[in-house]
């Protein structure tokens, strides 16, 4: 029998989240998703201080925190902290006071750090045990970027733990390549589109997790990040430009892969000193492990010192058995978390 708890994504909300600098466009887009027939069915939950209202979508207010949109979504804002926001808008929901929701967007304001709202949904059990990360979209404003990814860790970390990054303003440049190369540096997994004043298909932002109920597949590669930096076709390994910034240098991300079957003693020792020692600066920690004794693959998933319990799915989506761990670090090199691998695999 498992010691691991089945993976219920299936059952739980998605929630999304859309983070990006401030002015980079985060409001313009969803003005614009929201008028998609795809994402009518959404709750939407907004910072009181955020930049740009969404107003002039409302037409009836249910009451002092919640109103309806006219793309029949639903709209709140953040009053006090987000856990207590969406729960209550749960409650809301299943008691019938406000329409029915199968999706939660969540706006955060230019200067916020997207690592406790993810923190929150990955293991806090009065929010995850209902709902589930879906997609960390973070939007770039192509006029400002450079300077905000020089002089602002908030845009860089913003970028570091998207799963989606969208260029805004691109028409107010004459060329995006170098930013282009830029993001892919910070991020070499998360996937990289353009956006013009908001425009673009909801079905291409969305289903980052794990578990895609409506595939009713798991992608592994793609939740692991596990593509190209251009395209190339090989793996996400660790990288270094020391041409580029302070901020951009301090990023690294690599992926670690083991052939035979793991331990989850060591496994878990080695992942909480790890937590404990450097939880700082481990952005995001994606990982599908063969372990000994189990059937099928077990999921990890964390970000900084807060990591979900480990899961475990209902079978193995192909031949391969590797275990593959990926890391999005802020001045964690690779060979350091393998000595430290190393280190407690010759002291057991």
Same mark, same amino acid.
């Given at each position: ?64 925190? *919640?109103?309806?949109? !006219? ?8 009053? @006090? %902290? #987000?856990?207590?926001?969406?729960? &209550? =808008? ?65 845009? *860089?970390?913003?970028? !570091? ?8 303003? @691109? %028409? #107010?440049?004459?060329?995006?390549? &170098? =930013? ?81 079957? #793991? ?86």
């Amino acid at each position: 029998m498992s010691l691991f708890e089945n993976d219920k994504s299936a059952e739980r909300l998605p929630v999304s989240l859309i983070t990006g600098f401030l002015g980079s466009g985060k409001t313009t887009l969803l003005n614009r998703l929201l008028r998609h027939d795809a994402v009518k069915d959404s709750a939407v939950v907004i910072n009181e201080y955020g930049e740009v209202s969404l107003d002039h979508l409302l037409v009836e207010r249910v009451d002092g925190e *919640v109103a309806v949109l !006219a793309s029949g979504c639903i709209c709140c804002t953040i009053r @006090s %902290d #987000l856990e207590e926001t969406l729960r &209550a =808008l749960l409650v809301k929901r299943d008691r019938g006071e406000v329409p029915p929701f199968r999706r939660i967007l969540v706006e955060t304001t230019g200067l916020a750090d997207p690592a406790p709202i993810v923190q929150l949904l990955l293991n806090n059990p009065l929010v995850s045990h209902f709902l589930r990360l879906d997609t960390v979209l973070t939007t770039v404003d192509a006029a400002n970027a450079v300077h905000q990814l020089d002089h602002q860790y908030e845009a *860089v970390k913003q970028v !570091a733990l998207a799963d989606r990054l969208l260029i805004t303003k @691109s %028409d #107010l440049v004459s060329n995006t390549a &170098a =930013l282009y190369q830029r993001l892919r540096r910070l991020n070499p997994g998360a996937r990289i589109d353009s956006v013009m004043h908001g425009e673009i298909d909801p079905a291409g932002l969305f289903g980052a997790g794990l578990v895609d109920p409506e595939k009713k597949a798991v992608d592994v590669g793609r939740w692991l990040n596990e593509q190209a930096f251009a395209g190339s076709g090989e793996p996400a390994h660790e990288h270094h430009d020391h041409a580029h910034h302070s901020h951009d240098t301090s990023i690294t991300s690599f992926m670690l892969e083991f052939d035979e079957p #793991l331990d989850w003693m060591a496994v878990s020792q080695w992942l909480a000193y790890l937590r404990s020692a450097r939880g700082e600066d481990l952005l995001r920690v994606k990982g599908i492990l063969n372990l000994r004794g189990e059937q099928s693959p077990i999921v990890i998933h964390g970000v900084h010192h807060v990591f979900h319990p480990p899961v475990a799915l209902a079978e193995w989506p192909d031949a391969d058995r590797r275990s593959r761990i990926v890391f999005i670090t802020r001045g964690i090199a690779r060979e350091e978390v393998l000595a430290l691998w190393q280190a407690g695999r010759e002291a057991a």
